[in-house]
């Protein structure tokens, strides 16, 4: 069965730090790039950041730059997104999403995606 089960997401204070999972299975996770999005309450969903499946990475996002990173467990087929300094404007629901070799900016370049996983930051 294919699937990403994304994980890890919660209630933050602000400039706290979360670290969210991405678990694939059933296909070859080493062969995929896997980006991050989010959609905040109101807003269209956008990319976050992503790392190819050499270990490469793109950043979507200028308003994380700097607070948040992405890496990658070929061995656990998993991937990663780390988040630090979080913000309350950084609330939402975060989902990975996995095309084949390279990162894409594109949510139609994707194949696989996760149901996502509620990050919310508040005091």
């Known amino acids: 069965q294919l699937q990403l089960v994304e994980s890890g997401g919660g209630l933050v204070q602000p400039g706290g730090s979360l670290n969210l999972s991405c678990a694939a299975s059933?296909?070859?996770?080493?062969?995929?790039?896997i980006s991050w999005f989010r959609r905040a309450p109101g807003k269209e969903r956008e990319g976050v950041r992503c790392?190819?499946?050499?270990?490469?990475?793109?950043h979507y996002l200028e308003s994380v730059r700097g607070r948040v990173t992405v890496s990658r467990d070929n061995a656990k087929n998993t991937a990663y997104l780390h988040m630090n300094s979080l913000k309350p404007e950084d609330t939402a629901v975060y989902y990975c999403?996995?095309?084949?070799?390279?990162?894409?900016?594109?949510?139609?370049?994707?194949?696989?995606w996760g149901l996502g996983t509620q990050v919310t930051v508040s005091s």
């Open positions: 999403a996995a095309a084949r070799f390279s990162c894409s900016a594109f949510e139609y370049e994707y194949d696989y």
């Open positions: 790392i190819s499946s050499s270990g490469n990475r793109a």
């Open positions: 059933g296909f070859t996770f080493e062969d995929y790039a």
